[in-house]
């Protein structure tokens, strides 16, 4: 699992922009975390999965209701990363009015999960290979705070307890 003084992987994401040409969406767009990344303070909440019920009550919500309070502490970007595609996250965004506030990052097979090491196998529970929940803070592409949750739980990954460390 990556740690706190660790950069983060390369990975390639996936964000959703509902631009149309013809009449058709276009999208997804791929970018590297490693570019994203370069020259920024973010911070990144993983999450099981789009639509799931503690991700779209609490966990989402709080971090648009904190978008103010983590600017004010220094943050440039707030990254929610799940492994769902593009289009399943840019609808997700767009219930959760994330515009503007939360970038909805893809990661529909799994690349950036498993090489931090926060990927869990829930295939006995039908949802395959997913994230497990947690919340980092990375300055120009290095890990500086990480929050990783128990199995079940909802506690240091919220973004008040990321508030509470910038």
């Known amino acids: 699992m990556i740690q706190p003084g660790q950069p983060l992987p390369d990975a390639t994401v996936y964000e959703f922009f509902q631009v149309e040409k013809d009449g058709c969406a276009l999208g997804p767009n791929a970018f590297s975390v490693e570019h994203l990344a370069e020259g920024k303070t973010i911070v990144i909440f993983g999450l099981p999965g789009a639509f799931t019920p503690t991700c779209s009550a609490r966990h989402v919500p709080g971090y648009v209701a904190n978008y ?99």
């Open 68 to 166: 103010d309070g983590l600017r004010a502490k220094g943050v440039d970007e707030i990254w929610c990363v799940s492994v769902n595609d593009a289009f399943v996250m840019g609808a997700w965004a767009q219930a959760q009015g994330t515009d503007g506030k939360i970038r909805m990052l893809a990661d529909g097979s799994a690349e950036f999960t498993r090489k931090l090491g926060l990927d869990q196998d829930l295939s006995k529970r039908g949802m395959g290979v997913r994230s497990q929940r947690y919340a980092m803070v990375v300055k120009n592409g290095v890990v500086t705070a990480l929050q990783v949750e128990a199995p079940g739980q909802f506690a240091v990954s919220d973004a008040e307890s990321i508030l509470a460390i910038l």
